[in-house]
Structure formats: structure tokens, C-alpha cells
């Protein structure tokens, strides 16, 4: 498995995405545990960033002590970041868009650049859920 | 005596598979209802409840429970020293997790902290932890789903202009009421 996608099936949506090399070993990780399948839900407070903040990793869960971090705000859109890598569980926080959250976490993949408008398409619809409709996005995280 | 802690950890991971994309009835009766079972919320008002419990159930999954789970993965620290951090660091906010209406979540986690204080492996200390941590994860996602965050377009933030015209009409009031 070398690469992953996440879909939004009630979106009819899908971006493939690769691996980030400095975090290599949390990518590798993180496709170890697929398929997920997760709430989606979209960032209050930093800006336009997806967040899936129920993220399972049944199969090997994490134990990466020294993963290298970068600060969202000015990180590129398209990246992927998980917030904690010593665990069971954490959190992904995909950046589409302009933020200004300053705190480091742990990019590890990026949305193919042929995907970035269907991601963003993905987060707009995803804020309108989170600020108005409560419709339930369900995201699906598939190895590739 | 505790329960044990087998037990417990059947019946959340069994919830944690079940809220993937069912949400959980204690979200769905405090965010989307409105209803508060404890009583709590000043003088009728559901902003204080919504506030401090989402809050406070973050608290307990991802800044609590989620370091204690990266202490207890360091060698140095021992099972002793993981139990005197879950007692010394979920108490408080689990009682504010259960004063705002998240019934079962309070509930595991005050079983959790009973059994691991009758544990006696730290790695199955941790793995409790770690279906405690996952299913707060869970409430936590499923409460920023159902929080009204349309309030927050009454409230929006303001633009430089609007700061200006703020500071104008603010000085112009000044000068009229107090001359």
C-alpha cells in the first residue's frame, strides 16, 4: 500500500493523497490501519481545515516518539496532519484553505494537487454542515 | 470494589464501534434537544452547559487521558506513577463532563479511573485508557457536530472599518452624554 484517498460519498467526492517523506514512518503507519471511517467534522477556531476527530487505529496504534511538526498556518494547503502519534486513537486535520492556527502538529501526507478542488468542495460542505444543515458527512480513508 | 475492568472496556469499545456514524444519545439530548437532565444551566440557559461540557469532555479524552497515555508508554514511568496521574487528572473534569449531561461518558470514566487503581499491569492500564481516550475522541467529534455554531453569526468579528465607525460613534456618544 503505497498511497491513500479519502472519499466523501455523500459528496460524491474523492482526493488521493501521498506521503510527506519527513514523516515517512507516520504515513507508513497511518496505512497500516486502513481502511477508516470517520465523522467528518471542520475546524471552529483556526480556519478552513477539515477535522476528523475520532480517528481509530484498531490495527497498530501508535508509538512514533520523535515525529517531526510544522505550524498550520503556514504550512501548504493540501496537507495532512495527525495531532498525536502515540496512541490508539487521534485526530487528522487536512488544510484547504487559508488558517491561522499557529500550532505544530505532525504533517505526514498531501492531497494530490490534480485534487485540491475537489478537497475544497469537501470543506465548504463540511462547514455548511458544521455551521447550518448538521447534515452527517461520513469520510472514508482507503489504502490504495 | 471496581468493576472489572474487562467488563468495562467490552461495553466502550462496543460503544465506540457503535457511535461511528450513529450519534450518541447523550450528545443528542443536550446539543440537538436542548434537554439537561442534571439541572445544570444558570437561570435556564443552555450557553454555559454547551460551553464548559464541550469543553471539559475534550479535557478528559484529548489533553487528560491522551498524556497519561504518552507518560505510561515512557518506561520511567511506572503503574504507579500512571495511577496517581489518572486520579490526580480526571476527577475534576469528569465531574464537569457529568454536571453538563454526558451520562455515560462520566460513567466510564469514573469506572475507568475505580478499576485502574485495582490494576496491576500497565499495559492494560493502557489499553483501558486507550478505548477511554477513543470514545471521548468520539463524544468530543459528536459535540462539535451538533453545536449550534450559527450563534456565532450573531456575534461576527468585527473589520477595521467597523472598528472605526465603532471608535466614532463611540466618541460622539461620549461627547453628547457627557458635556
Redesign the interface.
Known amino acids: 500500500m503505497k498511497t491513500f484517498t479519502i472519499s466523501w460519498p455523500s459528496l460524491g467526492l474523492k482526493v488521493a493523497c501521498g506521503p510527506v517523506q519527513v514523516n515517512r514512518d507516520v504515513f507508513d503507519l497511518f496505512c497500516e490501519n486502513l481502511p477508516i471511517?470517520?465523522?467528518q467534522?471542520?475546524e471552529?477556531v483556526g480556519g478552513f481545515m477539515l477535522?476528523?476527530?475520532?480517528?481509530?487505529f484498531g490495527k497498530k496504534?501508535y508509538?512514533i516518539q520523535n515525529a517531526a511538526e510544522e505550524a498550520m498556518n503556514t504550512a501548504a494547503e493540501g496537507t495532512v496532519f495527525l495531532?498525536?502519534a502515540?496512541?490508539?486513537?487521534?485526530?487528522l486535520v487536512i488544510k484547504y484553505d487559508t488558517c491561522v492556527d499557529d500550532r505544530a502538529y505532525i504533517p505526514f501526507a498531501q492531497v494530490a494537487g490534480e485534487d485540491m478542488a475537489a478537497l475544497k468542495k469537501a470543506g465548504k460542505a463540511a462547514w455548511k454542515?458544521?455551521?447550518?444543515t448538521?447534515d452527517?458527512i461520513?469520510s472514508v480513508i482507503e489504502g490504495v | 470494589m471496581a468493576m472489572d475492568w474487562k467488563a468495562l472496556q467490552k461495553e466502550i469499545d462496543a460503544e465506540n464501534k457503535r457511535i461511528i456514524d450513529e450519534a450518541p444519545e447523550d450528545i443528542e439530548r443536550v446539543f440537538k434537544f436542548e434537554i439537561i437532565p442534571t439541572g445544570a444551566g444558570t437561570a435556564k440557559t443552555t450557553m454555559g452547559v454547551w460551553f464548559e461540557g464541550a469543553t471539559a469532555a475534550r479535557y478528559v479524552a484529548a489533553y487528560n487521558t491522551y498524556n497519561i497515555i504518552k507518560l505510561g508508554m515512557d518506561p520511567a514511568f511506572t503503574l504507579e506513577h500512571i495511577k496517581t496521574l489518572v486520579a490526580t487528572m480526571l476527577p475534576k473534569v469528569t465531574a464537569s463532563v457529568k454536571l453538563c449531561g454526558y451520562a455515560v461518558y462520566a460513567r466510564f470514566a469514573e469506572e475507568t479511573m475505580a478499576c485502574v487503581q485495582e490494576m496491576d499491569s500497565r499495559e492494560d492500564v493502557l489499553s483501558l485508557l486507550n478505548s477511554l481516550y477513543l470514545y471521548g475522541s468520539s463524544m468530543n467529534a459528536w459535540t462539535h457536530h451538533f453545536m449550534k455554531w450559527a450563534i456565532g453569526q450573531t456575534t461576527p468579528i468585527p473589520s477595521r472599518e467597523d472598528c472605526e465607525a465603532i471608535g466614532r460613534a463611540a466618541s460622539k456618544a461620549y461627547v453628547e452624554t457627557h458635556v
Open positions: 471511517k470517520v465523522l467534522g471542520h471552529v477535522r476528523d476527530r475520532m480517528v481509530r496504534p508509538d495531532t498525536a502515540q496512541a490508539g486513537s487521534g485526530e454542515s458544521a455551521s447550518r448538521k452527517v461520513i
